[in-house]
């Protein structure tokens, strides 16, 4: 139990601050210019989606 309190508040974490989808969508914008934002949230789905797999 003491260790998966921890790994709890580090998934929750990395899921608010670096996998947080609008995070990735601006990452995505910001070096591409030709995807529109429709394409930039599929691929940020298709990142997202082994992560809820897990959960």
Do not use: C, Y
């Not at 998966?4 to 947080?20: D, I, K, S």
């Not at 990452?27 to 930039?40: H, P, R, V």
């Amino acid at each position: 139990m003491a260790l998966a309190m921890p790994v709890l508040f580090l998934t929750g974490f990395l899921r608010m601050n670096w996998m947080n989808k609008k995070h990735i969508i601006g990452i995505i914008e910001s070096k591409t210019d030709l995807l529109a934002k429709e394409q930039s949230m599929e691929i940020a789905k298709s990142i997202l989606e082994p992560m809820w797999q897990w959960h």
